[in-house]
């Protein structure tokens, strides 16, 4: 736990932690422990580490065979041999009956099992070079409804990091809202440091006001004892009859 204000200092010292950081987390020291999302926390990230997780589904263009004729239900099919787009999908929410039912999921589909993007809205696409797709069909796995982890670069594509096998499903529609805000914002690590004067100002200011707020030590009440603590014995009085003349 080290003061806000000491924020190059911190920079220096993340290179020699035992674990790999993302980022910086201001924890309020006056506020106490709130379950679930604390209003009072603030967390920076650089942009680059500003990540989001989405469903992919790789869409392939159709080959149209001219030689057969319009009716025949094998003139079109989806060409496999080319590069496909690969889509991104947020998770609106809730759950996939078809993903879940595994078994009737095969069924349904003629002894194969298919992705479900029932819950998922189709939300942008991602950059894969030539290159980076000759290796996907070489490693000879399968991309299609997997979860990748994503980051924006700075000319406004969405590259890959990494898939994501260990998640069933990607971020919440809302989880993202509020990490594309954050990449919006873009507050950079030279931009913290600069700002070191003005943050000790103000903690300082806010030290002096806790110091000469002193706390008035509150009087008991005539008559009234402390009640003893029940992790130590003691004797207990029966009450003195009440006169009933």
């Given at each position: 736990?080290?003061?806000p204000?000491?924020?190059s200092?911190?920079f220096?010292?993340?290179?020699?932690?035992?674990?790999?950081?993302?980022?910086?987390?201001?924890?309020?020291?006056?506020?106490?422990?709130?379950p679930?999302?604390?209003?009072?926390?603030?967390?920076?990230?650089p942009?680059?580490?500003?990540?989001?997780?989405?469903?992919?589904?790789?869409?392939?263009?159709?080959y149209?065979?001219?030689?057969?004729p319009?009716?025949?239900?094998?003139?079109?099919?989806?060409?496999?041999?080319?590069?496909?787009?690969?889509?991104?999908f947020?998770?609106?929410?809730?759950?996939?009956?078809?993903?879940?039912?595994?078994?009737?999921?095969?069924?349904?589909?003629?002894?194969?099992?298919?992705?479900?993007?029932?819950?998922y809205?189709?939300?942008?696409?991602?950059?894969?070079?030539?290159?980076?797709?000759?290796?996907?069909?070489?490693?000879?796995?399968?991309?299609?409804?997997?979860i990748?982890?994503?980051?924006?670069?700075?000319?406004?594509?969405?590259?890959?990091?990494?898939?994501?096998?260990?998640?069933?499903?990607?971020?919440?529609?809302?989880?993202?809202?509020k990490?594309?805000?954050?990449?919006?914002?873009?507050?950079?690590?030279e931009?913290?440091?600069?700002?070191?004067?003005?943050?000790?100002?103000?903690?300082?200011?806010?030290e002096?006001r806790?110091?000469m707020?002193?706390?008035?030590?509150?009087?008991?009440?005539?008559?009234h004892?402390?009640?003893?603590?029940?992790?130590?014995?003691?004797?207990?009085h029966?009450?003195?009859?009440?006169?009933?003349?």
């Open positions: 736990m080290t003061q204000f000491k924020i200092k911190i220096k010292e993340m290179k020699h932690l035992t674990y790999v950081s993302d980022g910086l987390v201001l924890t309020c020291c006056d506020t106490g422990y709130v679930g999302t604390d209003p009072t926390l603030l967390k920076w990230k942009a680059e580490e500003n990540t989001i997780d989405l469903k992919l589904a790789l869409t392939f263009p159709i149209v065979d001219e030689e057969l319009k009716h025949d239900p094998n003139r079109e099919y989806p060409n496999y041999d080319a590069k496909p787009e690969f889509k991104l947020v998770w609106k929410g809730g759950d996939d009956p078809e993903m879940d039912d595994i078994e009737a999921n095969i069924k349904k589909n003629g002894g194969e099992f298919k992705n479900s993007f029932k819950a809205q189709e939300w942008n696409v991602l950059d894969v070079t030539d290159e980076e797709w000759a290796e996907m069909k070489e490693s000879g796995e399968s991309f299609n409804g997997r990748v982890e994503v980051r924006r670069n700075p000319d406004g594509k969405w590259r890959m990091l990494r898939f994501r096998d260990d998640k069933l499903n990607g971020n919440y529609v809302n989880v993202v809202l990490v594309l805000k954050s990449i919006e914002d873009a507050v950079k690590k931009e913290l440091i600069a700002a070191e004067p003005e943050i000790k100002r103000k903690w300082e200011e806010r002096k806790r110091h707020r002193v706390p008035e030590k509150r009087k008991p009440e005539h008559g004892h402390e009640p003893v603590s029940s992790q130590h014995p003691h004797h207990h029966q009450p003195p009859p009440s006169s009933s003349g």
